[in-house]
């Protein structure tokens, strides 16, 4: 909005001048000039408004991926909630992409289908359910559910265990060499901790591999 309200000024500007300079001039060297420069300042005005929008998309996605919740629900109260209205296997909970406006809570049912559950941060309810059949057949989900499955430690007390590190934004099972682990993010006075959770004892240890 704010770039094309530059545009519009500048445009008009233009018209005021070097369009009516034209209209009686034409031919006229000066006017040529003045309609030469009027287009590069339209340009230049167009590129460094692209700039700072360049610029605020990227810190835009920097404060995404330190985005803390905006409510009091933590990643165990929405793994609860989900599972409540869900029952079944904890795989995965997260925050939305666009930076905190919900936790997504992945959930295998006992007859094998998946669903995607999402909380509100603010109070834990529950805006909705989806089943995510693309999924369902998957060998590797079958892998994390049985990892899941077998495990001492489930994805709720990942995530409390992981809570002394810093606020949780992100916990779901991380296979790195063969080594299955709770993969948990965290964030805390604005820098990001990745930590491994140990799925037989819960003992959290710090992830190395991320950084």
Known sequence: ?????????????ALATGGTVAAFAAGDDDAT?????????????????DDSADD???????????????????AADAIT???????GTALSADLDDDGADAWEVTVVKGDGSEYDVRIAP???KVLG???DTDDDNDAD????????????TD????????????TVTEVGLDDDNGSVAWGVDTVKNGEQGDWKVALDSGKVTQDHDED
């Open 141 to 152: 989900d079958r892998a994390e559910l049985a990892a899941a499955k077998g495990a001492q």
């Open 1 to 13: 909005m704010k770039r094309n309200l530059v545009i519009a000024t500048l445009t008009a500007a």
């Open 81 to 87: 909630a989900a599972l409540q209205h869900t029952p």
């Open 155 to 166: 994805a709720r007390e990942a995530a409390l265990a992981a809570a002394a590190k810093g």
């Open 122 to 124: 603010a109070s834990g």
């Open 56 to 74: 605020r998309d990227d810190d835009a996605t920097d404060d995404d991926r330190t985005a803390a919740p905006k409510g009091g629900v933590t």
């Open 129 to 131: 359910a989806q089943r």
């Open 33 to 49: 000039a003045t309609q030469r420069q009027t287009t590069t300042s339209v340009q230049q005005a167009t590129d460094r408004d």
